[in-house]
């Protein structure tokens, strides 16, 4: 099995419109390959990411992908991952790794999550621990 057919796992906000826009134009991309991509909302599974080892906080903020051998990657690392299986994206999944351009985006994408939360009222609000 090559490393684009492998199973993986997304976990990304179902509650979240442009997510789900997001989801549906990689399966339209990924065409047959969709089928090796297993999607979890997590809307209301803060104990299930506890379980996997993902800060749900985190995980409402970045997207998470779990890789066929377990491994939880985040955030553009995630993205890069999920591009670097549908050809037409590879491209893509270089640009954005590229030194220069990756904490630039990581940035913008930061930025641009915490705006959509914010406007929808769902931005997190981590709680003061003493």
């Known amino acids: ?24 134009n990689y399966q339209s991309l990924a065409g047959e390959k969709s089928d090796s991509v297993c999607w979890v909302d997590i809307t209301g599974q803060e104990k299930l990411l ?11 903020t970045e997207l998470h992908v779990k890789t066929a051998s377990g491994k939880v990657l985040s955030e553009l690392d995630a993205y890069i991952l999920l591009m670097s299986r549908v050809s037409c994206l590879k491209p893509l999944a270089f640009f954005i790794g590229l030194p220069l351009i990756r904490p630039l985006l990581a940035r913008y994408y930061h930025y641009s999550v915490a705006k959509r939360l914010k406007k929808s009222g769902r931005y997190p609000q981590r709680q003061n621990r003493k």
């Open 50 to 60: 506890q379980q996997l080892g993902i800060d749900p906080l985190k995980a409402l």
């Open 1 to 24: 099995m090559k490393n684009g057919d492998e199973k993986v796992t997304v976990y990304y906000d179902g509650s979240c419109p442009r997510c789900i826009k997001d989801r549906n």
